[in-house]
Nanobody
Framework: QVQLVESGGGLAQPGGSLRLSCAAS????????LSWARQAPGKGLEWVSG???????YYADSVKGRFTISRDNAKNMLYLQMNTLKPEDTALYYC??????????????RGQGTQVTVSS
């Protein structure tokens, strides 16, 4: 079965960096688009970034220029490098498998999430 397991979250200071990782299994990783999404306390799920099977990358305006998504198809790993973190980046971050044939905002599987807290 499909499994997505996030790691790398934690506490960071404003202006700091974190790197999130997502270990995937149970599907043909290289053939699928993937996304990172986040949910802040009391708010809905927000799409953060997506990467297509051909490596094309997309970002929400709120993180463009600060976050970088990447994938390692040999290791079935998805990453999110987060730089210049802001308090408003505080959220539970999810790795998600994009529903085939749909946009980056529609998922058929997602992980349990990893918490990112940005605070001084």
């Amino acid at each position: 079965q499909v499994q997505l397991v996030e790691s790398g979250g934690g506490l960071a200071q404003p202006g700091g960096s974190l790197r999130l990782s997502c270990a995937a299994s149970g599907f043909t990783f290289r053939s699928h688009a993937l996304s990172w999404a986040r949910q802040a306390p009391g708010k809905g799920l927000e799409w953060v970034s997506g990467i297509d099977s051909d490596g094309s990358r997309y970002y929400a305006d709120s993180v463009k220029g600060r976050f970088t998504i990447s994938r390692d198809n040999a290791k079935n790993m998805l990453y999110l490098q987060m730089n210049t973190l802001k308090p408003e980046d505080t959220a539970l971050y999810y790795c998600a498998k994009v529903r085939p044939g749909r946009g980056f905002y529609e998922y058929d599987y997602r992980g349990q999430g990893t918490q990112v807290t940005v605070s001084s």
